[in-house]
Structures are given as structure tokens and as C-alpha cells.
């Protein structure tokens, strides 16, 4: 038999599919990280995860590859700038962040910091959102849009802004917006550089197809930003209407989508402009889709497009429409924010163990029942020793009712416990058969689809679904997983994921796939005291900040990583993620009031003679070390089993020196 290798594994995740060139696999079977591509550094993710580990942070953790980060804040303009040579279109590109894709303060600081070359703006859709732009935004020539219902407050902040050298363009989202912004600005004396954000009849493809259309909730119709105009000539201040801005919607499958808006919106800004409003800008705004599958589909996890084909559409339209009209060439924005972060991210977590849904070592061969045992063993020995590619529909619809007809006998106590094992254990061996069958096909009838799920065992896994892929169960978005190590090693079991918390909603059960979606994954044997580790890959834009606190599970810990040409890599920060005290304070518990009530409890527990001064004091550490503990299972053998197996000795008290440890940041500090 051919010898399972690392590139088999490749292939079986489809890493290439959605990697985007960030993510591979090496000679020892583990994943690596490449963010410059084939040639450029790599960073081997398992290595990084070992060390980690040793460093004492516990599981889940959250891996941020800040090269990741630059590259596709690079890749992004690139696009554009390819675009705009080849139209020879006059104006410029900038891109702007969407702060709500991921608002964590590291995050942002890093957008900032790659993209004062590009002229990064940032994107904020309320009022907190605004008050982390204008502190983050470096001073002169910065760029913040304002989106998003707006109060004077608001307004004000955003005109004052200006002084600090940034342009704030305040997009009017509704048409109410308009007389609250004439009349800060007189107030303050601040020229304010008004957007209208307009409502396109074109629509957005895929889940977030609402936002855009007649009855999307932002968005002015034709009639309102006529009205705009007028009220701004009445008032002398058409000179700041410099900006039209559309949104159709995130995670855009079809790029006719973008083709149709764009056709739109060029017309509504030529007009505008033969109206008099000198535009400066054409915002775009989001919905540049992430293949999460790596299909190149329509499909709902992918996109039928490329980068530059994106960019292409966009300046390609737009010029032909202006060109025409003569009007001279906006400044593009686009506000991609999920194509900017969502690679940079992984979730890396640890099996805890394994059910296996048929109690059978796949490796074990079946046995043929000996000529005395009862018949229906025989007849299920039948189908499984008979089980061919033409017949193997047939097959299972005789398992399934031999499968059914043992049940009965047991019922009627003519079999008994064991024989009932070993005729189910007959059903499953000839189930994976099939299965196996089935795979090799294009094509799978209807009714063995669920075939997969029965067969997949289920994995228990130290995270939550609810705080670290919240859209995994909210819209069933899928997110690439696979282990992490291993990958040298043919994967022999089916399984789904089950979190920790103890909601039935808490697994995933749906993969990417190349065709549909699988429902299971092919994952190895846990083996006991040894770590398992599974990556959910593609997780930096909008999981983290959607996450919630279902079973008070909090945040988990992430690090900062980046390429280091002498070591490997550099933990550039690592983020403490919540304590048990933490979570239990946003549901307004104080840990040292419930620490008091444990005590007067323990006191009458002690009274009553029901505890021994041993048992309180044991009882009162573990609730101390509860609290201060992190929410997930935290498992001290962890380390120790890495320590023990995978390090040569000589590496095992490497710890940098003092000057190059990373920043910690306390979350609640
Ligand atoms: C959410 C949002 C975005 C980001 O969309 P992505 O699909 O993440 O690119 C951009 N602009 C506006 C106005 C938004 O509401």
C-alpha cells in the first residue's frame, strides 16, 4: 500500500483550496505557516503551539500571524493598483478597515501601524467605534468614514476630529442625519465632508443579501439624495458633499453582484456630479468575499472570483462610466473587512477525548460466525462479505433492516445482549464499507447522505462554539478544520466536533467540501496522554467579536506571532484571555461576596460536624484557584505529556531573554 504523506493530507483538507498560500504542510506532518508564500519564511504552527503550551498558556488558544495581516492588506491594494495601471485610471485606491470586523486593540494597532503606507482609513459604524478610530488614527492625512446611526454627539466628535488633521467623511445613512449635521457644523465652524451612502436596487448575493435593495435599513433613495443636494445648495454647503458610498452586503459569492451595484452607483455619481456636489470619493464599502471552502463557487462558504478580478470590475466600471461624462476620477474606497482579517486567525484547541459511535477498532478484522450461531448473524455476515460498488445501495437498506429485525428478536428475548452487539457490530463494519464506496462516487443517493453522521464519532474538544465561532451556529457558516500535527499518518476515523458547553447547539457537524458540505471529518485516533490538536482555521474576521459568554466560557488566549528570520518566530503579545472571575463580574457576581457565602456556609457545615477542617480548607483552595483560574479545562498534564515526548532535552529550558519577552496585556488591567 502507498505510504499516507504529509501532501495526502494537503489534498484530503484542501489546504491549497482555501489557504490562500498562508498555510501548508511540511515533512514532519505539521502545519506550517507561510505568509510570503513558497519562498518566504514559514513558521511551523505546531512548533509554535508546543512552546506555548510550555510556556505555560492554556487551551484554546487564538494564533494571530501579523504577517498574515500585512500581506493581505498588501495583496488587497496590489489588486487595486494593477487595476489602475492597466485602466489607466487617475485616482487612487485606499483602503479602510471596518472596525467592527475585529475591534480587539492589538488588532487594530496592527492595521494601523501596516497601513500608514497604503494610507489606510478606518471604518466605524457607532459611536465607541469612533472614539477608538480618532485615538488610533495617526494625526495628519488620516481617513475615518462614519457610518451608522448618529446622534449629535457623534457628529460633533467626528467634525472635531478634522482638526486633528484627519478627514472624517460622515456618511448620511438616513436623510434625518442631514439637518443634524448642517447644524454642528455652523455651531462648531468645521466644514464637514459629507457622504451619501446610497440604496442601490442592485443587491448583494448570498446570506447578506438585505443590505442592499429597496428595503435595506441604511441608505438613501434616489428622491432623498436629490434632496440632499437641494438642501445643501440652499445652505451654500454643496461644496462638502465629496463622498458617495454603497454597501451591498458582506461576503459576496457572485461577482455579478458587484458588477450590477457598481453600474449603479457610477451613474448616480456621474449625476450627482453634473448636479454640482464637487465628489471626491467613491466608497465602495465591503463585502469582498474569503473562499472558506476553496471551491470557486457561488456557493454561500466561497466566491466565484479573484482578488484582482474584484478590482479589476470595480475600476474598470467605473472609469467606462465616468469617461463618458467626462467627470473626473474619485478616490476608490473599498471596505473590505473580512477579506482583510479573517486569515490572519486561527483557533487552536485540544481534544479531550472520543466516543466512537460504533463500539468497533476499525482496524479489526470481522469475524464469520461459526455455522451453529443463529441465522440472522449469518445473513448479516451475507451482506457485509457481499457488499460491491453495484450493490451497495441494496447492501445497506439490508443491513439497516437486519439491523432492525435483531432488535426484535432481542425484544422478544429469542437473541441475547451479545448477540445483538455482534450483529450491530456486523451493520457498522459493513456501514464503513459502504461508506468507503460511496466516497469514490460523484454522485451519493439521498438516503445514505447521512450515512457520514452515523458513522462519525464524536470528538470532545476544549472550546465553545458560542465564544469562538459564533457563526459556525448562528448562519452554519463553515470555517476550514483540521489537526495541526499528524498529518503524516492516514486519518482512520469520522468524527464532529462537540464544545464544552452543554447545549446541544454546541458541535459542528458541518465541513467545507469541495462538492457539498461533509458531515464529518476525517480525523486520527486520540490517543491517551498524548495531545491532539485541531485548527479552526480563516476565524479573524467577526468570531471573535460576535463570541458570547454561553456557560460563562470567556475569552481564550491569544498571541501575536510573527516571522523572525534568526529564531523561527516572535511572540509579539500575548492577550490573557478572561479569568473565571471576569466572566463571573459581567454577570455582576463579586467573587468576594461569594467567597463570604461560601464561608458562613462552611461554617455551618462545620458546626453540624458534616466537614473536617481539611475538607473546608481543600474546599476553599479550589474555589480561590477556581476563580482566578481560565474558564476552559485547564490541563497541567498538557505540558508535562509534550515535555516528555515530542522535545529533544536540549530544548527544553529555552526561554527568550528578558528584553525580548513579549508584552502581556491584562484584559482587565
Ligand atoms: C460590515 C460592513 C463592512 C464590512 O463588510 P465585509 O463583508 O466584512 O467586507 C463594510 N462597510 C459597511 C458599511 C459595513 O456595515
Not at 229 to 255: K, N, P, W, Y
Request: glycine residues 8%.
Amino acid at each position: 500500500m502507498k505510504l499516507w504523506t504529509a501532501k495526502d493530507s494537503a489534498e484530503l483538507y484542501n489546504i491549497s483550496g482555501w489557504s490562500n498560500g498562508y498555510f501548508t504542510t511540511n515533512e514532519e506532518g505539521h502545519v506550517e505557516v507561510t505568509p510570503f508564500g513558497e519562498n518566504g519564511g514559514r513558521i511551523d504552527m505546531k512548533r509554535v503551539v508546543d512552546d506555548l503550551v510550555r510556556r505555560g498558556l492554556s487551551m484554546p488558544l487564538l494564533l494571530r500571524f501579523s504577517d498574515i495581516l500585512e500581506q493581505r492588506m498588501h495583496e488587497l491594494c496590489s489588486a487595486f493598483h494593477k487595476a489602475i495601471e492597466q485602466f489607466e485610471y487617475k485616482g487612487k485606491y485606499v483602503p479602510a478597515m471596518p472596525i467592527k470586523v475585529n475591534q480587539h486593540r492589538p488588532v487594530v494597532e496592527e492595521l494601523v501601524e501596516f497601513g500608514k503606507r497604503h494610507g489606510l482609513g478606518l471604518e466605524v459604524g457607532s459611536k465607541p467605534e469612533l472614539l477608538i478610530a480618532v485615538s488610533m488614527m495617526h494625526r495628519k492625512h488620516g481617513l475615518i468614514i462614519c457610518n451608522g446611526y448618529k446622534d449629535r454627539a457623534y457628529i460633533e466628535t467626528a467634525l472635531l476630529a478634522q482638526r486633528l488633521g484627519i478627514t472624517t467623511l460622515i456618511i448620511v445613512d438616513r436623510f434625518q442625519e442631514l439637518e443634524t449635521i448642517i447644524a454642528a457644523s455652523r455651531s462648531l465652524g468645521v466644514k464637514p465632508c459629507i457622504g451619501v451612502r446610497a440604496k442601490l436596487s442592485a443587491r448583494g448575493s448570498g446570506r447578506w443579501a438585505e443590505s442592499g435593495g429597496d428595503s435595506s435599513k441604511f441608505g438613501l433613495t434616489a428622491a432623498e439624495m436629490v434632496g440632499v443636494v437641494e438642501r445643501l445648495r440652499t445652505e451654500g454647503m454643496l461644496d462638502s458633499l465629496v463622498c458617495l458610498h454603497f454597501h451591498i452586503g458582506s461576503q459576496i459569492t457572485a461577482i455579478r453582484a458587484v458588477k450590477e451595484a457598481l453600474d449603479e452607483a457610477a451613474r448616480i455619481f456621474a449625476d450627482l456630479y453634473r448636479m454640482g456636489a464637487p465628489l471626491a470619493y467613491l466608497d465602495c464599502g465591503g463585502g469582498l468575499a474569503v473562499d472558506y471552502d476553496g471551491s470557486k463557487t457561488n456557493f454561500h462558504a466561497s466566491k466565484n472570483y479573484t482578488l484582482e478580478e474584484y478590482a479589476a470590475d470595480i475600476i474598470g466600471e467605473i472609469s467606462s462610466t465616468l469617461d463618458g461624462g467626462d467627470i473626473p476620477h474619485p478616490t476608490i474606497i473599498t471596505e473590505s473587512g473580512r477579506a482583510m482579517v479573517a486569515h490572519h486567525s486561527v483557533l487552536v484547541f485540544n481534544v479531550l477525548g472520543h466516543n466512537a459511535a460504533s463500539f468497533r477498532d476499525p482496524e479489526k478484522e470481522v469475524q464469520r460466525p461459526k455455522e451453529e450461531e443463529p441465522q440472522i448473524l449469518h445473513d448479516m455476515w451475507e451482506v457485509y462479505a457481499g457488499i460491491t460498488k453495484k450493490n451497495y445501495q441494496e447492501a445497506y437498506h439490508d443491513g439497516l433492516k437486519l439491523k432492525e429485525d435483531a432488535l426484535s428478536l432481542f425484544r422478544h428475548g429469542i437473541i441475547n445482549l451479545v448477540m445483538r452487539a455482534r450483529i450491530e457490530e456486523l451493520f457498522w463494519a459493513s456501514a464503513t464499507k459502504i461508506w468507503k464506496i460511496c466516497k469514490e462516487l460523484s454522485y451519493v443517493p439521498d438516503d445514505l447522505e447521512g450515512l457520514e453522521k452515523t458513522l462519525a464519532d464524536i470528538y470532545f474538544c476544549n472550546f465553545s462554539v458560542f465564544q469562538s465561532m459564533p457563526d459556525s451556529w448562528a448562519v452554519d457558516a463553515l470555517f476550514p478544520v483540521m489537526p495541526i500535527h499528524r498529518l503524516r499518518e492516514k486519518p482512520t476515523q469520522l468524527g464532529i466536533l462537540a464544545d464544552l458547553t452543554c447545549d446541544s447547539d454546541g458541535k459542528v457537524d458541518q465541513f467545507i467540501d469541495l462538492h457539498d458540505v461533509k458531515n464529518a471529518l476525517e480525523l486520527h485516533t486520540h490517543r491517551v496522554g498524548e495531545p491532539y490538536f485541531l485548527g479552526v482555521f480563516l476565524v479573524g474576521a467577526y468570531q471573535e467579536v460576535l463570541g458570547d459568554l454561553h456557560n460563562l466560557f470567556g475569552d481564550v488566549n491569544a498571541v501575536h506571532i510573527a516571522f523572525d528570520k534568526e529564531r523561527g518566530y516572535t511572540v509579539r503579545h500575548v492577550i490573557n484571555g478572561d479569568k473565571v472571575k471576569d466572566v463571573l463580574s459581567y454577570v455582576l457576581y463579586d467573587s468576594g461576596a461569594l467567597m463570604q457565602r461560601l464561608r458562613a456556609s462552611i461554617e455551618d457545615a462545620l458546626q453540624e460536624g458534616h466537614m473536617t477542617f481539611e475538607e473546608s480548607a481543600n474546599l476553599v483552595k479550589h474555589f480561590e484557584a477556581g476563580m482566578a483560574g481560565y474558564t476552559y479545562l485547564e490541563q497541567p498534564e498538557l505540558a508535562e505529556s509534550l515535555l516528555n515526548s515530542v522535545l529533544p532535552k536540549e530544548n527544553r529550558s529555552v526561554r527568550p531573554a528578558p528584553e525580548e519577552r513579549p508584552d502581556e496585556i491584562q484584559k482587565t488591567a
